[in-house]
């Protein structure tokens, strides 16, 4: 099997620094390491290498300093090193970055493509996907397990979403990305790093690969930064301690309501207008929403995206349309209505029941190229980081990811708003195609109080062509319950850490959670330990959230895990370690054996809510 690994050099983001007076990175001193994920897909390489025989190529696009991930690769096991140099590639964004590999791999031949599902310093996940368009193969990205059937011809892969897990069969050739828990990691003894630098590594230009200069680096790239903002929200950092857990969990709740627990949030500052008619509003300013179903209804980060939506496209004076796909849709366009969609552009075919990239993928592009919106919002879900970049780099587009806001200039250019090096900065992003393209965090934005006496135009889609035969849904895992989408929106998350241990610290945990009227989410340990699914992990390399309030139960606080709660409004922490780092990075923090602390702080939150709400609250 002929196996192309695609890494690249990141900063460890512990060390990157910004200058609040250039607003600029400080990039000197920063250790550069090898992102973490791409180092699983490597390891992933490996043991398919041992398993069929066949080599493994570690190809990267960078500076020349990012020779030493690939020295560190050869040292893992991969048999062969091409680097991407040339200072025609610098300032490349992703889909700049993806022409440049995937010409490289058109020179290479090969049977599959492995990748990190993100790379940690700009979580975009866009490159994968959008080399695997440029390819012209299947994709199957965020990989819980990936195994290949004896003839080496085919790969049976777990793709973990956000409420399950799909088991997919794909064909070789094809790209697939590595989640956290894809495979345990191989890293090289010191001896083996010092013998691979005297292997040979490949350099290769832009002159090699045959790109016009216009194709690649900044020159080729259709994002570019505006600015660089720091975001940093200041925490109070106040310890609680020393006291009998009950008088703790009264100054618990006190605090929680002063910060306006049991009162409404997020709520709706405008209806939507009364009237879905489009007359004299230019086509050419539509702002679109791409719907993500849950159970046959619109999730809920479709209706914050219509809110945003709704107000980008007053200002444009443009119209708010909504991309519906999916399977009887009868009753959701005017569900979509009432939230403000002025027309709905539907496609409704059994083949499009289950999300499927190549299907999803074509009768997006089709519906742009053919109605020329002026920026289109997608989730960004699993499904949406899955789905946009395919479409983008279909049609030469310029694409944000994970956005957690969408504003127009003084010249009505649309400015995306990205987070990067773990969520220290956000880079205001412009696009120089049209439409622009993003996906945007879910609970960052609120949707606008619906008019259920609207009606929206229906716009219907041609049928998708027929199911891309390289990729079959063998089986889908609904993980009842305990599904990532809980989180979306949630007021109020209780965070489980691996301190919590045991299935009846989970139930204390999710017992809180009730109390609150929350949900749970969980650490990157927790989920290693089997407390909680994979859906459900907050970090780096899971989920960002944004709730009112977050409840942190045995969680050490890691850098990884905090990014993924920098939007919180409220952090609270309980754990019985006074030096854990979280309470480095909270509002409040409590010393004290959870096990002691929650059944009280559960009891008192029921009886502070029935004060509140009265008695009739659950």
Known sequence: MRIIVLVKQVPTITDVKFNPETKTIVREGVNLILNSLDRRALTQAIKLKEKHGGDVTALTMGPPQARTVLTEALATGADR???????????????????????????????LVLCGRFSIDAETGQVGPEVAELLGIPQATNLRRLESTEDGMTLLVDREVDDGTEQLEIQLPCLASAGEFLITPIRPTPEQLEAAKALPVETWTAADLGL????????????????????????????????????????VVEYLLSRGLFTPWQQATAQVPPSSQASGKRSDRAVWVVAELVHGRPRNVTLELMGRGA??????????????????????????ASYGADRVFLADHSSLAHYSTQSYATVLADAITRHHPYLVLIPSTVNGRDLAPRVAARLGLGLTGDCIGVELDERQRVVQLKPAFGGNIVAPIISRTTPAVATVRPGVLAPLQPQ?????????????????????????????????????????????????GSPE???????????????????????????????????????AVSPRFYLAVGIRGTLNHMIGVQKAETVVAINNDPAADIFKACDLGVVCDFKELLPPLTHALRAAKQARLGPDVA
């Not at 929200?233 to 703790?248: Q, V």
């Open 212 to 251: 016009p200069l216009d194709q690649v680096g900044a020159a080729g790239s259709p994002t570019s930064v505006s600015e660089i903002r720091e975001l940093a929200l200041p925490r109070e950092k106040r310890i609680l301690s020393g006291k009998e857990p009950a008088a703790l969990a009264q100054q």
């Open 81 to 111: 090193a091409v680097h991407l140099v040339d200072p025609a590639f610098a300032g490349a964004d992703t889909l700049a970055t993806a022409r440049a590999l995937a010409a490289a791999l058109g020179r290479l031949d090969f049977d």
């Open 311 to 336: 107000e980008l496209a007053a200002q444009l004076n443009g119209e708010l349309g909504v991309v519906l796909l999916g399977n009887n849709l009868a009753g959701q366009t005017a569900t979509l």
């Open 505 to 543: 610290g989970l139930t204390l945990c999710q017992e809180l959670a009730k109390a609150l009227d929350g949900a749970i989410s969980a650490s990157l340990r927790a989920v290693g330990a089997g407390l909680l699914p994979g859906p459900l992990q907050v970090g780096l390399t899971g989920r």
């Open 452 to 500: 259920e006496e609207r009606a929206a135009a229906i716009e219907r889609l041609p049928d998708p062509p027929g199911a891309d035969g390289r990729v079959k849904l063998l089986q889908f895992q609904e993980v009842a319950g305990a599904t990532g989408m809980h989180m979306d929106g949630a007021e109020a998350l209780v965070g489980v850490g691996a301190g919590v």
